[in-house]
């Protein structure tokens, strides 16, 4: 297969919806990273994702939607889920709630599960492609599984070239990290994943603590695999000085080889990191260190995803419950 890439202009978005309408897959930009998409109520077309990804058949699909009428043909709302989606909508939150009966999607999409994960973007390009669809768009990241998430289209094209017809640039994702996810599917609010909102962001508009995800917790939401986002080589982390044979990402007052943020920034050290881990993964050292970033705010995230991207898979290849 030859791979297509198009610019995000209003042809290429036709042209995606095309492809979309009509059964295939592909590639194409959002604020968090870039997405492999397909028409979440075609079985086949979200099958191929998961062939494209090489992804676990357990592991869910989030479907991005354009508006709440789109999510709520999907899934029930509650009171709680409502306060999240007004405040965080469109943008880089997903919900995991209880699917509605008759939901128009694929049972491949939600691995079996009776509940759903829900996004609204907040990327035009993403919109615009789902407005013409017509209807819900699964889309998880588009690399093969487990590895670097892409935030450019050549991120895309380093994993998937020749595995999908077509991939939309829209130039560098704003964000450069997945969406937070929370679970509202009662006993109390889980935060399933760390993402581009901060926790304290999240409990704020809840009223309450989000509980983690617990040990050993049937995987629900994409990003809960104990080992995930891995770069190919090994990774070290906390690291102020660097051995000769690694690649050294600095962050404030440790420069490193190169900076996810010189002033010790963490939003921009959040969007800067895939492409950094990418860019370590090509500078034809041995290993990758990476210095150490404080645990608040949005440096939980970008915690998370080193650990997972460091650490090996266990015999269950679950969540850690962190």
């Given at each position: 297969?030859?791979?297509?890439?198009?610019?995000?202009?209003?042809?290429?978005?036709?042209?995606?919806?095309?492809?979309?309408?009509?059964?295939?897959?592909?590639?194409?930009?959002?604020?968090?990273?870039?997405?492999?998409?397909?028409?979440?109520?075609?079985?086949?077309?979200?099958?191929?994702?998961?062939?494209?990804?090489?992804?676990?058949?357990?592991?869910?699909?989030?479907?991005?939607?354009?508006?709440?009428?789109?999510?709520?043909?999907?899934?029930?709302?509650?009171?709680?889920?409502?306060?999240?989606?007004?405040?965080?909508?469109?943008?880089?939150?997903?919900?995991?709630?209880?699917?509605?009966?008759?939901?128009?999607?694929?049972?491949?999409?939600?691995?079996?599960?009776?509940?759903?994960?829900?996004?609204?973007?907040?990327?035009?390009?993403?919109?615009?492609?789902?407005?013409?669809?017509?209807?819900?768009v699964a889309a998880p990241s588009a690399n093969a599984s487990g590895r670097l998430s892409p935030t450019r289209a050549s991120h895309v094209l380093e994993s998937l070239d020749g595995r999908v017809p077509l991939v939309l640039d829209g130039g560098p994702c704003?964000?450069?990290?997945?969406?937070?996810?929370?679970?509202?599917?009662?006993?109390?609010?889980?935060?399933?994943?760390?993402?581009?909102?901060?926790?304290?962001?999240?409990?704020?508009?809840?009223?309450?603590?989000?509980?983690?995800?617990?040990?050993?917790?049937?995987?629900?939401?994409?990003?809960?695999?104990?080992?995930?986002?891995?770069?190919?080589?090994?990774?070290?982390?906390?690291?102020?000085?660097?051995?000769?044979?690694?690649?050294?990402?600095?962050?404030?007052?440790?420069?490193?080889?190169?900076?996810?943020?010189?002033?010790?920034?963490?939003?921009?050290?959040?969007?800067?990191?895939?492409?950094?881990?990418?860019?370590?993964?090509?500078?034809?050292?041995?290993?990758?260190?990476?210095?150490?970033?404080?645990?608040?705010?949005?440096?939980?995230?970008?915690?998370?995803?080193?650990?997972?991207?460091?650490?090996?898979?266990?015999?269950?290849?679950?969540?850690?419950?962190?």
């Open positions: 297969m030859k791979t297509r890439l198009l610019p995000a202009d209003e042809a290429g978005i036709a042209e995606t919806v095309k492809v979309l309408a009509e059964g295939g897959i592909v590639a194409l930009p959002t604020e968090t990273v870039y997405g492999l998409a397909a028409d979440a109520a075609n079985g086949q077309a979200v099958a191929a994702v998961y062939a494209a990804k090489g992804r676990p058949g357990f592991n869910p699909l989030i479907v991005h939607v354009a508006d709440r009428a789109m999510a709520e043909r999907c899934a029930r709302f509650d009171p709680l889920a409502d306060r999240l989606a007004s405040a965080f909508w469109p943008g880089p939150l997903t919900l995991v709630l209880p699917l509605k009966p008759g939901a128009p999607v694929s049972a491949l999409v939600t691995a079996g599960l009776p509940t759903i994960a829900l996004r609204m973007p907040a990327s035009p390009a993403m919109q615009a492609v789902i407005r013409g669809l017509g209807r819900g704003g964000h450069g990290l997945e969406s937070s996810i929370v679970a509202i599917t009662g006993g109390g609010p889980r935060l399933l994943r760390q993402g581009a909102i901060a926790a304290e962001d999240l409990e704020r508009i809840a009223g309450q603590p989000l509980l983690p995800a617990s040990e050993g917790e049937k995987v629900a939401a994409p990003g809960m695999l104990l080992r995930h986002y891995a770069p190919r080589l090994p990774l070290r982390l906390d690291v102020v000085t660097a051995g000769p044979h690694e690649h050294h990402l600095g962050f404030g007052p440790v420069a490193g080889d190169e900076s996810l943020s010189a002033s010790g920034d963490l939003a921009e050290a959040a969007a800067r990191l895939f492409d950094a881990l990418h860019h370590a993964e090509r500078s034809g050292k041995a290993a990758i260190a990476v210095a150490p970033v404080p645990r608040h705010g949005l440096g939980l995230a970008i915690n998370d995803r080193l650990a997972r991207a460091a650490r090996g898979l266990d015999p269950a290849g679950f969540i850690d419950g962190k």
